[in-house]
């Protein structure tokens, strides 16, 4: 009894343990992906808060390859919302020079194709649906719909 007053109640053990997790999640996610990329999310998902590593700072270099490639993944994943010919569907036309969501400038239009638009109207599923696309395939998408349009503000850094 004497002691009590000083004594933390037991559950303070829970937002200390959390932080000091935290902490190691993101000073081991620093370490890891220094190099790569800058970008480190917070989600919280079901009241458990994620760490998220964002990879999207490897752009491959513009080549005709990557073009090509991307033209092939577009028809795959991209073309039944927004058209075989780019011009439009469910999704908006990607050939004109009208942003639902600017600016068109490819670092931008990589954000909404990696992250979705949850917001649009209607909104558009993260990476068109397909989940295991990886930023360098997204990255040859846009090639391809940057060689199709000359509008979009061509600004994507390819690594060395
Ligand atoms: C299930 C349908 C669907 C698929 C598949 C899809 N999109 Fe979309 N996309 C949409 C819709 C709907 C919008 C408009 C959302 C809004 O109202 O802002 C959109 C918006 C966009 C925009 C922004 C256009 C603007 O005017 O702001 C880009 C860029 C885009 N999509 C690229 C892609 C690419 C690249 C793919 C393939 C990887 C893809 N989309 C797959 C439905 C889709």
Redesign the pocket.
């Known amino acids: 009894m004497s002691n009590q007053k000083n004594q933390l109640p037991g559950w303070a053990i829970f937002p200390a343990a959390l932080v000091l997790i935290i902490g190691i999640l993101v000073g081991v996610y620093n370490k890891i992906f220094s190099k790569e990329s800058t970008a480190i999310q917070y989600k919280e998902v079901a009241g458990v808060l994620k760490v998220e590593a964002k990879l999207d700072l490897v752009i491959p270099p513009r080549t005709n390859d990557a073009i090509a490639g991307g033209e092939k993944l ?1 028809s795959q ?2 073309a ?3 058209g075989q010919d780019l011009k439009g569907g ?3 036309n ?1 050939i004109d020079n ?4 600017p600016p068109g400038k490819e670092t931008h ?1 990589f954000k ?2 990696w992250n979705g ?1 949850p917001n ?6 993260a ?4 989940s295991d ?1 990886t930023s360098e395939q ?1 990255w040859q ?2 090639y391809y ?1 940057s060689s199709k349009n000359k509008n979009i503000e061509k600004d994507a850094v390819p690594n060395q």
């Open positions: 577009y994943v991209c039944a919302c927004h469910v999704g908006p990607l009208e942003w639902r969501n239009l909404l194709v638009i649009g109207n209607p909104p558009m599923p990476k068109g649906g397909r696309l997204i998408i846009l719909i």
